[in-house]
């Protein structure tokens, strides 16, 4: 398998080339069915917002149902596809990472929290705001003399009321607001998984007792403090083997395992398959 054709990283250039990208933002409207069989990655953020719309939209291996009045967020690096039936209509907002990063604050929580939770089913009176940003957005794009401080101000709103609505969605922010350090567990995890897979260097950075953190994980998450370690390392390892032709050797090494049989072995125990199996899948 080729990975790197069956599995592209788009950049935002190859889409809607007669659109005015110097300023790296486009603008998509979907109609009706759409496909991807194959699952990529983008080098961009997207924001979708669904009028009405069925089917799935799988987002690092999670599918999650479409409905109208839905936001749904992309983060670059993330893998999806989708299945869209034909009521589908749905607009995107392309935005490249270096837009992105003047904006991210709007969001006003972590990163970390909207990667975990991607789809967001708004309330009518958000989704009507956010709809009416997106309808000026396409308008201003259109304009023979763009305003892009227009149209950055009105993605920074998009992005407020988002956080609005999320504050109330969120499942684990009232966890995370009562129970501060397992939001710092889970930060650490993603910065040091592929260095560190032992709970105890997460609870010595936290001052705590491995013990106790397992004991935290249990209660609020359901599951071990090693295994949101594993589930980490589990996450990049697909989207390695799906977006790369990388030998699954150095992809193991990559993360940290220096014994190719041993990752294979960590791998089909999280997911029944190996990884050589699930890239040929």
Known sequence: MDAISDFPTLD????????????????????GKRHIEKPHKHDFFLFMLFEEGSGAHSIDFIDHQVTGKQLHLLFPEQIHKWDLLKNTHAHQLMISRKI???????????????????????????????????????????KPVVFWEMIHTRIKLIALMVSQEAEIIFNQQT??????????????IDSHY?????????????????????????????????????ERVILEAKRALLTTEKPIKAIAFDLGFYDVAYFSKFFKKHTQITPHAFREK
Not at 14 to 31: K, T, V
Not at 175 to 188: A, D, G, H, M
Not at 216 to 229: D, E, G, P, Q, W
Request: some cysteine.
């Open 100 to 142: 992105f990063e003047t904006l991210a604050n709007a969001l006003r929580f972590s990163l970390i929290l909207y990667q975990n939770d991607p789809v967001i089913n708004l309330s009518t009176e958000a989704y009507q705001n956010i709809l009416q940003e997106f309808r000026q957005i396409k308008k201003e794009l259109v």
């Open 194 to 230: 592929k260095t560190e897979k032992l709970v105890a260097f997460y609870a010595n950075q936290l001052n705590i007792s491995a013990n106790y953190m397992n004991i935290l994980c249990k209660k609020h998450f359901n599951v071990s403090a090693t295994a949101m370690i594993h």
């Open 12 to 31: 935002i250039s190859e889409f809607w080339p007669s659109q005015n990208a110097g300023n790296n933002l486009l603008y998509h409207e979907i109609i």
């Open 175 to 188: 966890v995370y607001q009562t129970k501060p350090i397992l939001f710092k567990y889970r930060s650490l």
